[in-house]
């Protein structure tokens, strides 16, 4: 069955090319052209992923974004015209899972839809594994809340300020590190293969190995374990990969 993509875009031009360009390569189009109507149709179709873009007449692409967050898990991707948006597209407050500047090539929009529907796969058949079911949030980032501060014992992950605690105290974490610590605590309690943790935590960089995962890992062990050579938060599964106890 082929996967359904909603595309959000009130410029009728732009609109028509991407649902032409998305059909071509086999996926079954849905189009609204402002942020209610796109409520509406993501509501009553569940499509399978969802392309948005940000200036939309009415209620604008970071609202109807951040509504959806709350009722489904679909992956989004965010249409800019502007570099100033970016940060609110990528940052928690909107959670977006991928954002393009316009203008951009249709070919790399769909290079981008396919790796996003890929790794929504990946996560939704080692979720099934796990016998866990996302229903709200991106199943990407699983986020749902935009502020939270997760604890976990003397270790605190301030999602609003990118900032780690131990003790109190903050730590120094390269971006990798911090993305890394999130998407595991996110996780909490589920094994997660290598490969799935460099498809979500480097995704579009395509320069990490499993290896990549490994070192940091051991960086994170170092920073956050009371002794890292017998980590209690950052468990190996052997086998498989990792896991975040708490
Ligand atoms: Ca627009």
Redesign the pocket.
């Given at each position: 069955m082929s996967d359904t993509v909603l595309v959000v875009?009130?410029?009728t031009t732009l609109l028509e090319t991407l649902a032409y360009n998305l059909a071509r390569q086999g996926y079954e189009v849905l189009t609204a052209e402002n942020g209610n109507q796109a409520l509406q149709v993501a509501r009553e179709a569940q499509p399978d992923l969802i392309i948005l873009?940000?200036?939309?007449p009415g209620i604008d692409g970071f609202e109807v974004c951040r509504i959806l967050r709350k009722e489904m898990s679909v992956p989004i991707l965010m249409l800019t015209?502007r570099d100033e948006e970016v940060e609110r597209v990528v940052g928690l407050e909107v959670g977006a899972d991928d954002y393009m500047t316009k203008p951009f090539s249709m070919r790399e929009l769909i290079a981008r839809v396919k790796a996003l529907l890929r790794r929504v796969r990946l996560i939704r058949e080692e979720l099934a594994a796990q016998g866990e079911l996302t229903t709200a949030g991106s199943i990407v980032t699983r986020t749902v809340d935009t502020d939270e501060t997760m604890k976990f014992g003397n270790l605190e992950v301030d999602l609003a300020r990118r900032e780690v605690r131990l003790d109190g105290e903050p730590l120094r974490l390269k971006p990798k590190e911090f993305e890394l610590l999130v998407f595991l605590t996110r996780n909490r309690g589920i094994a997660l293969s290598r490969d799935l943790i460099l498809d979500r935590v480097w995704s579009w960089e395509h320069d990490g190995s499993s290896r990549t995962v490994d070192v940091h890992i051991r960086w994170l062990r170092e920073k956050i374990e009371q002794e890292p050579s017998q980590a209690r938060r950052i468990i190996t599964v052997r086998g498989i990969g990792y896991r975040f106890d708490g």
């Open positions: 875009e009130d410029e873009d940000v200036m939309l015209a």
